[in-house]
């Protein structure tokens, strides 16, 4: 059995591996499952910070991404519909970009303590302030790849957070053998 902490990213997995399946709209209890479980993302989402559940540590930006996706791919999908899901995915890819790491990545937490003090998100951390030292690569992937799939669906992402990210793999990657470090 899991912890609750992880309920966020759990149900955002099992979503997203639903929409991936070609038989979703052929099976009922599976659009049921998949419209439940992106109606209670949106249900748990702060409706001051846009963040989905809570700030719980290293997890966060895993979560945040993760149900960033599942809602903008239940969008795509045709299960959620846009009136319901497109402000909700504004509010949490605001989140995703005004947390990148200025011309890198991302790291595991939304800088510190920022969202638990009930701050703005224009309240902006020091350039140079990275809670963990550098940025992640897992955690950068599942945020670009939240931010593609918002994107398809008609949120806007400015190009410099892919081109950002796109930089920051590129400088972990030894371009003679492919291998990226962590």
């Known amino acids: 059995a899991g912890t609750a902490i992880a309920d966020v990213g759990v149900t955002s997995l099992a979503i997203l591996a639903f929409l991936g399946d070609s038989r979703l709209g052929d099976k009922p209890e599976w659009d049921r ?32 991404a993760m149900a960033t996706m599942a809602i903008a791919e239940g969008i795509h999908a045709g299960v959620l519909q846009k009136e319901i899901g497109l402000e909700p995915l504004k509010r949490a890819t605001d989140i995703l970009i005004k947390t990148q790491i200025k011309g ?64 920051f793999l590129i400088g972990l990657t030894d371009l003679a053998t492919g291998y990226t470090g962590y």
């Open 104 to 167: 890198s990545g991302w790291s595991y937490i939304l800088f510190g303590s920022v969202l638990l003090e009930g701050q703005d998100l224009n309240d902006a951390p020091p350039e140079d302030f990275h809670p963990y030292g550098l940025p992640d690569t897992s955690v950068t992937a599942w945020s670009v790849l939240a931010l593609l799939s918002a994107k398809d669906v008609g949120i806007e992402v400015p190009n410099e957070v892919f081109e950002s990210a796109r930089r």
């Open 33 to 64: 499952s998949v419209k439940s479980g992106l109606e209670w993302l949106i249900k748990i989402q702060n409706s001051k910070n846009g963040l989905f559940g809570d700030e719980v540590g290293n997890p966060t930006v895993y979560l945040h």
